[in-house]
């Protein structure tokens, strides 16, 4: 699936819109960015990219599975559902007061661990699969 579709900006795709913040960062957010959004393809191939909210990167596969915000003190990917979403290894570490939402915070030098992110990206995708109207 093509992921440069949804809500393009100045002529530029959200995949180069996400590309264009990632170099601007230009410092240890931008490479945690870069190494999130790898895992999120790798995770779920058919999420398409799309950029909202004046700028921040969001990834859907029949409907939200996750933002990518930045901050100068943590790169913040938040979990539109992920109050509902299994999290064995205990990822959420932010936004755990509400009844739907689930963030990680990663700070610098956090490491991330791959298989259990894309175990949680690939259970968003599959709740939001489950909820789709067919």
């Not at 809500?7 to 999130?36: F, V, Y």
């Not at 990663?106 to 791959?114: H, M, N, S, V």
């Amino acid at each position: 699936m093509d992921m440069q579709q949804g809500g393009a900006q100045d002529g530029k795709s959200p995949s180069e819109l996400i590309d264009g913040r990632i170099k601007e960062l230009g410092d240890w957010r931008g490479e945690t960015l870069a190494q999130l959004r790898a895992l999120i393809r790798q995770a779920a191939p058919e999420a398409v990219e799309t950029w909202k909210w004046r700028g921040v990167p969001v990834w859907e596969d029949a409907g939200m599975i996750c933002t990518g915000e930045t901050y100068k003190a943590v790169v913040k990917l938040t979990f539109a559902r992920g109050a509902a979403l299994p999290d064995p290894e205990k990822l959420f570490n932010s936004s755990l007061e509400g009844n739907t939402r689930r963030a990680i915070d990663f700070k610098q030098g956090d490491k991330i661990d791959a298989d259990a992110l894309k175990a949680l990206v690939r259970e968003a995708v599959a709740l939001n699969r489950s909820k789709v109207k067919r």
